[in-house]
């Protein structure tokens, strides 16, 4: 598998549990133009967060984003803990 290139981390977003499902997909939402060219340039893309809401989210919008770009990928999850800290993780492993 190729590495996975992570964009979390650079907004303060990133580090927050949201309040409401319209929160979450507003967030998600705005993600769109960080991730998809990525996506469209067929390279494994992820995000980390605190927020499971989110990665369930992105769970759901990657593969439209991807079929869109006419790209074919699988979704991964996992929760880890770092530094006493649970994080979600969603990524992208592009398939042939």
Same mark, same amino acid.
């Given at each position: 598998m190729? #590495? $996975? +290139?992570? /964009? =979390? &981390? &650079?907004?303060?977003? %990133?580090?927050? /549990?949201? %309040? =409401?499902?319209?929160?979450?997909?507003?967030?998600? %939402? =705005?993600?769109? =133009? %960080?991730? $998809? #060219?990525?996506?469209? +340039?067929? /390279? +494994?893309i992820g995000y980390a967060t605190p927020d499971q809401k989110v990665v369930k989210s992105l769970e759901n919008h990657l593969p439209s984003w991807a079929t869109f770009n006419e790209v074919n990928i699988q979704i991964h999850s996992e929760k880890v803990n770092v530094d006493g800290k649970v994080i979600y993780k969603v990524w992208t492993q592009q398939l042939s």
């Open positions: 190729q #590495p $996975v +290139n992570w /964009i =979390s &981390g &650079g907004y303060k977003e %990133d580090h927050m /549990i949201f %309040d =409401s499902e319209y929160e979450v997909e507003e967030w998600v %939402d =705005s993600l769109y =133009s %960080d991730m $998809v #060219p990525y996506l469209a +340039n067929n /390279i +494994n």
